[in-house]
């Protein structure tokens, strides 16, 4: 429900920060690979992992916890 020109704000910085050499530096020192995505690519991800996820966790008959 974030107004898209927040989103797109926050996506750009977000971005802008990132790609920023000494971040990257100290996450590639820490194990982690920078990539810049935009929101719809983001969500995209997110909506694959949780499918994967689920499917994984029916298989194996995991129930969340209450």
């Known amino acids: 429900g974030t107004p898209q020109p927040i989103v797109d704000r926050l ?23 920078t990539t810049p995505t935009t929101p719809a690519q983001f969500s995209s991800v ?13 298989t194996a008959k995991i129930e969340p916890q209450q």
């Open 46 to 58: 997110v909506h694959a992992d949780m499918a994967r996820w689920e499917k994984l966790f029916k």
């Open 11 to 33: 996506s750009a910085e977000i971005g802008r920060i990132i790609e920023a050499p000494d971040f990257k530096e100290k996450a590639q020192k820490t194990g982690y690979m």
